[in-house]
């Protein structure tokens, strides 16, 4: 057997690790719970539906985010 | 019968579309076995370029449900549909970024075929692993026909009759065979890619005609949404179904889990050249994995506000056709046919992986391990190809009596739970989880017991029980399922022996070395 001791945790938990499981709780609490009770709306920017706009918001910055986090170092 | 110029001109790009595959799938070095072993045709490894992984790998996860199906949703259901966002970013941010590096690390290092092989290994149990590959190829052989179906009623709908259900059904089915049996992964990979590129085309192509239908002003289409049916702009939805909790329950529970680790997703993470290109993998692929469905909330709503009632005559009615119909009386004759082309690429490149990723479980993990032990790499390759010819016949033939057979929607709607139910046991081999170990025992009796909740919350009425038993509360029967599984995943695995500790040793300790050698801790790197 291997004398190195295993590290029981989920991920590295380096900067990066943080900031990605933070991003995951925040953007899925938003889109899963939040979307309806906030963007529940006919109409919004350019005439797309306000979920519609929300969501894509939503996502869309959560990409960004993930990626230039996940280009990080650590 | 006479062709029209129209007919032709659609038949003339699918069979473009099915040549360039063929000569991709077929031809090209490439696609060549590197050794005739079980492992090369089943699961090669470390080639494929970041980039056409991006590209393959989400041709592979969407389905025929990106194309027609969810046009066909937005038109009943209306903006509801960008749920989605749950899982096109979910999915790869979450569960692929934590599983596949992982398991790309553990089969370079192992040779694992499999996903069931993987498990079976740390578990210790060749038993766990057949169970594990037939459990979920039971499910799954039967949602083959669900990309097989789709593309089927749009290629023969769109030449007008001119190819019958039954036979574009048997076309679909057989340009896959016709690469994957002598090819195995290798052709899926580079077919993926292709089909790839014709999705993004079809929808977004799509998306700009029938934007242009309303001159090019979206307050003008979904202006007219809001006269016709205002309910299609907000929440429930057209018929009421995505209430707040199927909202919170059924994108999370019963696609964002089970997209990261289907079997052909194992497969696929083998494919790159290094855990590090997984994992920027799974930073870029929600871009692809997202960009196809954001422009068809044009295309499901400006149907809705073109065609307010869904055809009720005709070769194909119901809100599925609203939109095919719409495409076949307006689109130019070369966008109908990749819109066509591109449901065919959207059923094949999942059919296609799923095909060789289950085949290669049922011929490793059952086949090879109880029915004949010691055969040659030659004997098991051979009969790898016999079985992915054997499943694609059984898928086709389903396909086309699929109508008659109730077991089948049966087992195609809980397909995606059976994969979900799934997570704990394979969390429990390549995650530690401080000082608890989910065991075989564990491992079992969560995948049985979340499978019975799934298709006891799914199928209540056809299975004889009280309707209450339907989604309980509210919340999909994905939702119930995930909470049994992982119940009975700890409470099992709190009273039955641990792993051995030469399989946590394997896994874990050495997962650990690795990703610690990869992304070094700051005190280590100073």
């Not at chain 2, 011929?363 to 004997?379: G, P």
Request: aromatic share 14%.
């Amino acid at each position: 057997m291997s004398e190195e001791k295993p590290i029981n945790h989920l991920i590295p938990w380096t900067t990066r690790g943080k900031l990605l499981v933070i991003y995951a709780a925040v953007f899925e609490f938003l889109l899963m719970v939040a979307t309806p009770i906030v963007a529940n709306v006919p109409h919004s920017i350019g005439g797309f539906p306000g979920i519609w706009v929300f969501t894509n918001a939503v996502g869309w910055l959560w990409i960004i985010l993930g990626i230039a986090t996940g280009y990080m170092k650590r | 019968m006479a062709i029209e110029a129209r007919q032709a001109i659609v038949l003339g790009m699918v069979a473009g579309y099915i040549i360039l595959i063929l000569i991709i799938g077929g031809l090209g070095r490439f696609v060549r076995l590197k050794e005739k072993t079980l492992t090369e045709y089943f699961r090669p490894s470390k080639f494929a370029p970041f980039w056409a992984m991006w590209f393959a790998m989400g041709a592979n996860m969407h389905t025929a449900f990106a194309i027609p199906g969810s046009m066909g949703f937005y038109y009943s259901h209306g903006a509801a549909f960008t749920v989605h966002w749950v899982w096109t970013v979910g999915t790869a941010m979450i569960f692929m970024y934590l599983v596949g590096p992982r398991m790309h690390l553990l089969s370079a290092k192992y040779g694992h075929v499999t996903l069931s092989d993987m498990i079976g290994d740390f578990y210790k149990s060749k038993g766990l692993a057949a169970f594990v590959a037939l459990f979920v190829s039971a499910a799954n052989i039967a949602y083959f026909t669900a990309n097989i179906i789709g593309p089927a009623t749009l290629l023969s709908f769109g030449t007008g009759g001119l190819i019958s259900f039954d036979w574009a059904v048997w076309l679909v089915v057989l340009i896959v065979m016709a690469y994957t049996v002598p090819f195995g992964f290798r052709s899926v990979f580079y077919t993926d890619i292709l089909q790839g590129a014709v999705m993004l085309l079809a929808t977004w192509g799509s998306a700009f005609f029938i934007l242009s239908m309303f001159g090019w002003n979206s307050w003008a289409l979904f202006g007219k949404v809001a006269e016709v049916s205002p309910k299609h702009l907000t929440l429930p939805g057209g018929v009421g179904w995505m209430t707040p909790t199927i909202w919170f329950s059924w994108p999370f529970f019963a696609i964002t889990i089970q997209w990261g680790i289907q079997p052909r997703n194992y497969q696929y993470y083998q494919l790159a050249k290094s855990a590090e290109d997984v994992r920027k993998m799974c930073l870029w692929i929600p871009i692809y994995l997202s960009a196809i469905y954001v422009p068809v909330v044009i295309l499901g709503l400006g149907t809705k506000a073109l065609m307010p009632e869904p055809p009720k005559v005709g070769v194909w009615t119901g809100p599925d056709a609203a939109f095919p119909t719409i495409m076949a009386q307006y689109a130019p004759a070369l966008l109908w046919g990749i819109l066509i082309a591109g449901s065919v690429a959207a059923g094949q490149s999942t059919m296609d992986s799923d095909l060789v990723a289950h085949s290669g479980m049922l011929i490793n993990d059952v086949y090879k391990a109880f029915l004949k032990r010691d055969a040659s790499q030659t004997h098991y390759l051979a009969a790898g190809r016999v079985l992915v010819l054997v499943l694609g016949i059984v898928a086709g033939v389903i396909s086309t009596q699929a109508a008659k057979l109730p077991i089948v929607t049966m087992l195609v709607g809980v397909s995606g739970t059976f994969v979900m139910v799934l997570l704990p046991t394979v969390l429990g081999a390549i995650l530690p989880m401080g000082g608890f170990r989910i065991t075989k025992w564990g491992a079992f009796w969560s995948i049985l017991i979340g499978g019975i909740v799934g298709l006891v919350t799914t199928f209540p009425i056809q299975l004889g029980l009280p309707k209450y038993l339907l989604n309980p509360y509210g919340f999909h029967s994905a939702f119930w399922a995930f909470i049994a599984t992982w119940i009975v995943a700890i409470v099992i695995s709190l009273a039955t022996p641990p792993p051995p500790r030469d399989s946590i040793e394997r896994f874990h300790v050495f997962l650990d070395r690795e990703l610690k050698a990869l992304y070094p801790p700051a005190k280590a790197k100073a």
